[in-house]
């Protein structure tokens, strides 16, 4: 089969390897798509280290063709969307409900081999079964759209409240597709014009530019913001934040800032703002729910991806990205849908 072979820090090539074998609680998916994202980018690059050498691709889509021994012969032929990350689920943190943060965890694309390939093979409970309706794109957003319920979750407001997303790349447009959905106001802060455009065209009621304190502060007070999204993944943006945060505001950190912020106490504790991290995805409730509303039609994730592109496109999109010159989110077709 082909294979996207990741042999060390930008240096990826397309490869012919064996098929990969199930083990007994395991399933062989045919891949149809696989979507990409910052953490793909960041393996490519060697900023985010993996084991070398490593297949990425961990938001994938397909059709389950071969099965081991203990999964049942009634899932050969399903259409299914992967849920990469495998808690262990016998450590304290997995009996807390709190497998997402598992230092046990398997993350396919990661740990293990990913999809950028023609199969995969993946534990048959991580293979969710989807309609055989849905569209190629949404199929292959729906790992993506998961992390944006996940943190939607997080912040715990009531229908029709206003919520700020800083940020509206992959993870955040998405959120603001699914916040929208679920009757949300969005004020979006972004300095992407194509992005800008993207999230008014999902609904939120302004698209903003802005990195000033006081007058996102003053956007966020007059909008009746109640809790905000720090989706940049930037310190810059997470600085903003925290300083521009009005009194009673629930901060959620969905991006991953890798430099130190600071925090003035004083306000914070006099403000009650509140801080929370928001990490992917709890299993199996938030992949459960997320395809639910996929295909209820409540949800359209892919609205926000580009058109499918075959494999051999793959490191350039993938040195695309890390320049910064995407504004959807890419996805790799390994065969037609």
Not at 114 to 124: C, I
């Amino acid at each position: 089969m082909r294979a996207a072979v990741l042999h060390g820090p930008c240096s990826l090539s397309i490869e012919r390897v064996p098929v990969p074998q199930p083990a007994s609680n395991e399933v062989v998916v045919a891949v149809d798509a696989v979507g990409l994202c910052g953490t793909d980018v960041h393996c490519y690059t060697g900023k985010r280290p993996v084991e070398y050498p490593m297949v990425l691709g961990h938001e994938i889509t397909g059709r389950i063709v071969a099965a081991g021994t203990n999964v049942p012969a009634r899932r050969l032929g399903e259409r299914v969307v992967v849920e990469p990350n495998i808690p262990c689920g016998r450590c304290e943190l997995c009996r807390r409900g709190l497998g997402r943060i598992c230092g046990h965890k398997q993350s396919i694309g990661l740990t293990r081999w990913g999809g950028l390939a023609d199969y995969v093979t993946v534990p048959e409970r991580f293979a969710w079964s989807i309609p055989e309706v849905l569209t190629l794109k949404d199929a292959a957003t729906i790992e993506p759209t998961a992390v944006a319920i996940h943190a939607l979750s997080c912040a715990e407001v009531e229908s029709g409240a206003t919520i700020a997303i800083i940020g509206c790349g992959g993870v955040g447009l998405l959120l603001a597709t699914v916040a929208i959905a679920q009757g949300h106001r969005v004020v979006a802060i972004e300095p992407n014009e194509t992005r800008r455009t993207a999230a008014l065209a999902a609904g939120a009621i302004c698209a903003l530019t802005t990195s000033d304190i006081q007058e996102a502060h003053s956007i966020f007070e007059q909008a009746g913001v109640v809790a905000i999204f720090e989706c940049a993944g930037l310190s810059v943006t997470t600085q903003l934040c925290l300083d521009a945060a009005p009194q009673g505001t629930r901060i959620i950190l969905v991006g991953l800032a890798t430099e130190d912020i600071t925090l003035n106490p004083l306000r914070f504790v006099r403000s009650e703002l509140e801080l929370r991290g928001a990490l992917i995805y709890e299993h199996p409730h938030d992949f459960a729910r997320t395809i639910n509303l996929i295909a209820s039609g409540k949800l359209a994730p892919g609205g926000t991806a580009s058109p499918p592109q075959p494999l051999e496109s793959l490191p350039v999109l993938l040195e695309a990205m890390a320049d910064g010159k995407l504004d959807a989110k890419p996805l790799i077709a390994l065969r037609s849908a």
